[in-house]
């Protein structure tokens, strides 16, 4: 999969294995479902800006762990002619993932790994509103998370 990393605010960082990690687990996805050749984009950000944007998309006025913008469900015109699937943005909290990752009791590594599988699973349409639907999320998380070899 073609995936971009970048950083919010630009003075965040992140180690080189985590980026690796990051570009793995997107091409994994991209396999299991048929979207090898689709782009996306993770941003990982601190909870300030992952606040500002939850308050301003969802008027949800809290920090959260990851977001995910679906170019599926937008109202961004079709890209005509192109070669590739644009799936849209994901956006993850460090600061949330390293905080979860102690509640947890597991990796920091493998806490942003899995938001970033839940964030590209709700791009390729997967939810967790219903019980069933969240059953089914679920199982496509461990799995993938399984596949990777990350366990917790």
């Not at 998309?57 to 920090?63: L, T």
């Not at 799936?87 to 993850?92: E, F, N, Q």
């Given at each position: ?5 970048s ?18 687990a997107a091409?994994?996805v991209?396999e ?14 601190d909870?300030e ?7 301003k ?7 959260t762990?990851?977001?995910s ?12 002619g192109?070669d590739?699937?644009i ?6 909290s460090?600061?949330?993932a ?6 947890f009791?597991h990796?920091?590594?493998?806490e ?17 509103i219903?019980?069933d ?7 496509e998380?461990k ?7 990350i366990?917790?």
């Open positions: 999969m073609n995936t971009t990393i950083f919010e605010p630009e003075t965040l960082s992140a180690e080189e294995n985590l980026l690796a990690e990051i570009l793995r091409d994994v991209g299991v479902y048929g979207v090898e050749s689709a782009e996306f984009s993770v941003t990982l950000t909870d800006h992952i606040h500002a944007l939850n308050k998309f969802r008027g949800v006025d809290r920090a762990d990851v977001l913008f679906a170019f599926r469900e937008s109202d961004e015109p079709e890209v005509i192109a590739f699937e799936l849209g943005d994901v956006i993850i460090l600061e949330r390293a905080a979860q990752a102690q509640e009791g990796s920091f590594l493998r942003v790994i899995f938001l970033e599988v839940h964030g590209l699973l709700h791009l390729l349409g997967y939810d967790h219903d019980d639907e969240r059953r089914e999320m679920e199982t998380q799995f993938i998370m399984t596949r990777l070899g366990g917790r």
